[in-house]
């Protein structure tokens, strides 16, 4: 019988702030959180990744290579990053020179189940629970929907 080559979920090389709380199993690597972050379980944060501090990163979420969240921002349950466009068509398939970043502001909070293409997302923004932001937020707001969109204020 054939024995797959197992991985298991870790923490290892990560730089923590003071007062960092995660809850296991999850997978952090070569990242940085800083002061007073929660990570929450089923959560996968990749190297090179920065969190600002007192950010909450709730369970189920994918932060891949090439992101950076700042101080105060709710990522919501399930929240996927991409840094992955598919720009030959196709996966990258590991080619890291086609990979693109993603900067989040700060005091961004992003519902569960949205997914973050690599965008600039401004200060002050609200992402709509299950909506894609594959363009930069430039304005404070709330966006919502696929693609994401502005949603006006009702008068």
């Known amino acids: ?10 923490v290892r090389d990560v730089t923590f ?13 070569g990242c940085k959180l800083g002061d007073d972050c929660f990570i929450g379980p089923f959560t996968e944060i990749q190297k090179g990744v920065v969190v600002g501090a007192r950010t909450r990163v709730q369970s189920h979420a994918f932060v891949c290579e090439l992101v950076a969240i700042g101080d105060d921002c709710f ?44 965008v600039r997302i401004a200060d002050d923004v609200v992402i709509g629970a ?14 919502a929907g696929n693609p994401a969109r502005r949603l006006l204020a009702s008068q």
């Open 1 to 10: 019988m054939n024995r797959p080559e197992v991985h298991q979920a870790s």
């Open 17 to 29: 702030g003071e007062r960092v709380k995660i809850v296991e199993p999850c997978n952090l690597y």
């Open 75 to 118: 990522v919501g349950h399930g929240v996927m990053f991409v840094n992955d466009t598919f720009a030959t068509g196709g996966p990258a398939r590991g080619r890291k020179e086609l990979w693109r970043e993603t900067v989040i502001g700060n005091r961004v909070s992003i519902g569960s189940n949205a997914t973050i293409m690599p």
């Open 130 to 143: 299950g909506s894609v932001v594959t363009k930069d937020i430039t304005t404070s707001g709330t966006y």
